[in-house]
T-cell receptor, first 109, second 114 residues
Framework: GQNIDQPTEMTATEGAIVQINCTYQ??????LFWYQQHAGEAPTFLSY??LDGLEEKGRFSSFLSRSKGYSYLLLKELQMKDSASYLC??????????WGAGTKLIIKP | NAGVTQTPKFRVLKTGQSMTLLCAQD?????MYWYRQDPGMGLRLIHY???????AKGEVPDGYNVSRLKKQNFLLGLESAAPSQTSVYFC?????????????FGPGTRLTVL
């Protein structure tokens, strides 16, 4: 079966750095996505990785290792507005997105 | 641009009632999707469409029907609602279905079936 695993909840302090991990087992691989979802709102796109390595976009970076079936999202200089759920999704061989359950990130002052 | 819009935002149904959720996008996207989101689970694809007049089943299609009569609209129907269909429903659209497939989501519809 296809499976995406990520921690259910994480807590971090404002101004700090946090890393959210995602491991996956899917039938084929055509890219990995990270989305942000604030409570009661729609998911919004954060990043896309299809090759191994680190993609940096401002305070957010995303890393991929295809051989290990592993990705992480790194958030730097945390702000209170970063409190949200972070969804990891993998595009499989049929170009369908398989979604993880999301990691709820709580930022404390 | 409004992006992706959904109506209604909230709805309460009794078991056995029917309803239609409407999704509209103004980005001229070819691909549209209906997902449901339940606590502790990832988004699950119900149905999707690769273009006007075409639809296909996703991971959890049972109990739902869809239509894409116009490119900008994608309708999700529940013919006989069941409590198991209590969920948040998200519509999304994308320009392509290739590997780089950023999906744009609507604000969601919260449905409760009593």
């Amino acid at each position: 079966g296809q499976n995406i695993d990520q921690p259910t909840e994480m807590t971090a302090t404002e101004g700090a750095i946090v890393q959210i991990n995602c491991t996956y087992q899917t039938s084929g691989f055509n890219g990995l996505f990270w989305y942000q979802q604030h409570a009661g709102e729609a998911p919004t796109f954060l990043s896309y990785n299809v090759l191994d390595g680190l993609e940096e976009k401002g305070r957010f970076s995303s890393f991929l290792s295809r051989s290990k079936g592993y990705s992480y999202l790194l958030l730097k200089e945390l702000q209170m507005k970063d409190s949200a759920s972070y969804l990891c999704a993998v595009m499989d061989s049929n170009y369908q997105l398989i979604w993880g359950a999301g990691t709820k990130l709580i930022i404390k002052p | 641009n409004a992006g992706v819009t959904q109506t209604p935002k909230f709805r309460v149904l009794k078991t056995g009632q029917s309803m239609t959720l409407l999704c509209a996008q103004d980005m001229n996207h070819e691909y549209m999707y209906w997902y449901r989101q339940d606590p502790g689970m990832g988004l699950r694809l119900i149905h999707y469409s690769v273009g006007e007049g075409t639809t296909a089943k996703g991971e959890v299609p049972d109990g739902y029907n869809v239509s894409r009569l116009k490119k900008q609209n994608f309708l999700l129907g529940l013919e006989s609602a069941a409590p198991s269909q209590t969920s948040v429903y998200f519509c999304a659209s994308s320009q392509t279905s290739g590997s780089y497939n950023e999906q744009f989501f609507g604000p969601g519809t919260r449905l409760t079936v009593l």
